[in-house]
């Protein structure tokens, strides 16, 4: 494209990614010259440019979907939702890690700029419309991620968990290319648009075709975490501290939904009796795993951990039903995972302080003597989390089983639900560990007002949420329709 053509026309779709790139970018710089003695106003500065970023995509919500820069970049109701939920999720967890992070040295322009750079590729990947468009923006969401991880130097656990998920995530973003050449060797076209219309006109070879679709598929697997690519996510829950953990737990699974989205819905969906069968795969091995060696975990981070690995299953169930209603499904169960998973890392910050993580099942003992009301916080989440009513979690579950009904999968529904029986164990033992249990020692609790205000709002709507889901299903359903 000619640098002419740069006009304000041009621009426009993407001014919260120009803006936050900008603003990240001076931050960078300015934190130069912050001292150690006011590292909250690099904070504050973060927190602030997510503000402006989500009035910028608040203020164009509802006006019609734009394509820009030729094509590569679409702003769509589907990508505006989804970057709402993104800069809500952000600005929540460095909510939650503040005191976290100014406990241990770490509230300082490295962890924020990271996580900013990383909100700009999350923030580009659910506004892609081409196949270079989507690895840039995932790229630039997984560089940062790694040195995320990698930012605690003197942690042994926490370089290990670095070395895992680079080597790890390299080979996958090497299938997830070489997949995308090869989709490009078949249809002559880079451009998803023009991907599915090739395929919609048998004008793609075939083998080429399949090929590439097994590829990315395999790397979509590794970004979500679902088996057998799920190798990495144990041991970066474990080993990363506590807020990278939440951040990579959080806002990615909408990032990684709208990648779903924009690769195999809008581009290939002619395929979609090919990707069906592999992603009916990948959700009978998740859900499995996720479950099962979750009972034996002792680490609350490692536990979440395989927790995360089932109900991507889940949300996969969801998306192989290859219809509208179950794409909107798909993304109202993670968006509601999101919220679910900021709650129950919430707790575990509020309870951690200086050379204390809380991150085990034995430090949850005796929580309702502490505090009724953050004992009560974390019922409604593992409640959620495990799907029992009236929280959010059983909801989401019941329109992901019902799409997958609705589309033939009827034993994999079946399925589904008896593994859903047995996770419930490993939920309900750390409610009894709060309920029933003697608390061991004294354990303050993070007396920050923001925090424990946040944390608050965020337990009540999973339960809002589960009470009255039509707006935000409703909501789904639109974004769904729009980009299809």
């Not at 081409?130 to 630039?140: D, K, S």
């Not at 080597?167 to 998803?192: K, P, R």
């Not at 020692?441 to 889901?469: D, F, Q």
């Amino acid at each position: 494209m000619n640098t002419a053509a740069f006009t304000m026309a041009v621009l426009v779709p993407a001014f919260p990614e120009i803006l936050l790139l900008a603003l990240a970018s001076a931050l960078l710089v300015g934190d130069l010259f912050i001292k150690d003695a006011k590292s909250h106003l690099t904070y504050w500065l973060a927190l602030g440019t997510l503000g402006l970023c989500i009035a910028l995509v608040l203020a164009t919500l509802g006006a019609p979907a734009i394509a820009t820069f030729g094509g590569m970049f679409v702003d769509d109701l589907l990508s505006r939702v989804l970057k709402l939920g993104i800069l809500l999720a952000v600005g929540t967890t460095f909510v939650y890690s503040r005191d976290y992070l100014a406990d241990r040295g770490l509230l300082r322009g490295e962890f924020l700029c990271l996580s900013l750079f990383a909100t700009l590729g999350m923030m580009v990947m659910v506004s892609a419309n081409h196949f270079l468009t989507l690895y840039l923006g995932l790229e630039l969401l997984a560089l940062s991620l790694y040195a995320m991880v990698a930012l605690q130097r003197d942690s042994a656990v926490a370089t290990e968990a670095a070395m895992k998920y680079f080597i790890l995530g390299a080979l996958a973003s090497g299938l997830l290319l070489y997949g995308m050449s090869m989709l490009y060797g078949a249809t002559g076209s880079l451009d998803i648009a023009r991907v599915a219309r090739a395929i919609a006109m048998q004008e793609a070879h075939p083998a080429l075709l399949v090929f590439g679709l097994v590829f990315v598929v395999a790397g979509i697997a590794f970004k979500l975490g679902a088996v057998p690519f799920h190798m990495w996510i144990p041991d970066v829950y474990e080993g990363a501290y506590t807020p990278a953990t939440l951040f990579i737990g959080a806002a990615p699974k909408l990032a990684a939904f709208g990648f779903i989205m924009r690769l195999l819905a809008d581009g290939l969906g002619g395929l979609s009796a090919d990707w069906q069968g592999m992603l009916v795969i990948l959700a009978v091995l998740s859900i499995a795993v996720g479950n099962i060696i979750a009972i034996a975990q002792a680490n609350l981070k490692r536990m979440l951990a395989y927790s995360t690995i089932a109900h991507m299953g889940f949300m996969l169930l969801g998306v192989l039903s290859g219809t509208g209603g179950g794409y909107a499904a798909a993304m109202f169960y993670a968006i509601t995972y999101v919220l679910m998973t900021l709650a129950a890392f919430g707790v575990i910050l509020l309870m951690s302080r200086a050379g204390f993580e809380a991150d085990k099942l034995e430090d949850f003992k005796g929580l309702n003597q502490r505090s009724r009301w953050y004992a009560f916080v974390m019922l409604i989440t593992i409640f959620s989390l495990a799907g029992i009513p009236p929280t959010v979690g059983f909801f989401a579950k019941l329109v992901v089983l019902q799409a997958a009904w609705a589309s033939g999968f009827g034993p994999l529904v079946v399925y589904a639900v008896l593994m859903s029986v047995i996770g419930a164990f490993y939920y309900l033992r750390i409610v009894k560990l709060m309920y029933m249990d003697e608390a061991v020692g004294e354990m303050p609790l993070c007396n920050r007002p923001s925090m424990r205000v946040v944390l608050s709002a965020n337990a009540l709507l999973v339960l809002a949420l589960g009470i009255l889901p039509a707006p935000l299903l409703n909501l789904c359903a639109r974004a769904i329709a729009a980009s299809l």
